[in-house]
């Protein structure tokens, strides 16, 4: 999948800025995550809810080792 002009980040994002980008990502699919396992009931949404939850932690996860990492620059 190509990316217009207008979807390309302008800058390069520093290494605290990736990692906060990905902590407010996990936050709204938490959110979510709430909301469907609420609306959802017993059915498959609920599951998916739930599903979605346990992706948010990957992505806090995620937050964490490039924040952590010293390997990894600062900016590209």
Request: charged share 20%; net charge negative; hydrophobic share 40%.
């Amino acid at each position: 999948m190509t990316q217009t002009q207008a979807q390309q980040p302008t800058t390069t994002p520093s290494k605290a800025e990736l990692a906060s980008s990905l902590r407010a990502l996990a936050n709204q699919m938490r959110k979510v995550a709430t909301e469907m396992d609420y609306y959802g009931g017993f059915s498959v949404v609920a599951q998916h809810g739930k599903e979605l939850f346990g992706a948010s932690c990957i992505a806090l996860d995620w937050a964490d080792a490039i924040a952590e990492d010293p390997d990894i620059a600062e900016r590209p």
